[in-house]
């Protein structure tokens, strides 16, 4: 069974409503999920093929969660590169500020710069319109299996 690790950031609460709406849809179609809740690349397998959702809030002005900038610390520090890594990314955040989903467009550039691989396009969920965020992960979640099962892995 192919494993896929959810990474959360976030600073309220709603984000981790988000990463543990997507798990019974994940596996009801076949596939394990863990969730970090501190992600820490030490304890994550980049050296095989490897899958990761990430579920990321924006914090302030466009910054990370405090419990994310560890693996971003991690990440822009490491030797090597991110190749054996498929990821896709749900940005949480509102749309009243600039810097709207920024935490999340960060991310993606780093992992991206890094060598891993984005399934799919970020999705964004606006607390403003979504005062319940983890409400629109049934919209998204069956585009994000698809790209999966077209995965080798």
Not at 25 to 52: C, R, Y
Not at 75 to 84: A, E, P, R, T, V
Request: with cysteine; net charge negative.
């Amino acid at each position: 069974m192919i494993n896929i690790d959810i990474l959360v950031g976030s600073t309220l609460g709603g984000t981790e409503y988000v990463a543990e709406a997507t798990q019974p849809f994940l596996e009801k179609a076949g596939f394990s999920t863990q969730v970090h809740f501190s992600p820490d690349l030490t304890m994550l397998n980049i050296e095989e093929k490897n899958i990761w959702l990430i579920c990321l809030a924006t914090h302030g002005a466009g910054d990370y969660p405090d419990n994310f900038k560890q693996i971003v610390e991690q990440i822009n520090k490491m030797q090597g590169d991110l190749s054996n890594i498929h990821f896709g990314l749900i940005g949480v955040g509102d749309s009243n500020y600039d810097t709207y989903c920024y935490a999340a467009k960060q991310f993606d550039l780093l992992l991206r710069e890094k060598g891993a691989h984005r399934l799919g396009n970020i999705f964004n969920i606006d607390v403003v319109e979504s005062p319940i965020p983890e409400d629109q992960v049934e919209d998204w979640i069956p585009f994000f299996i698809k790209d999966l099962n077209y995965l080798a892995i």
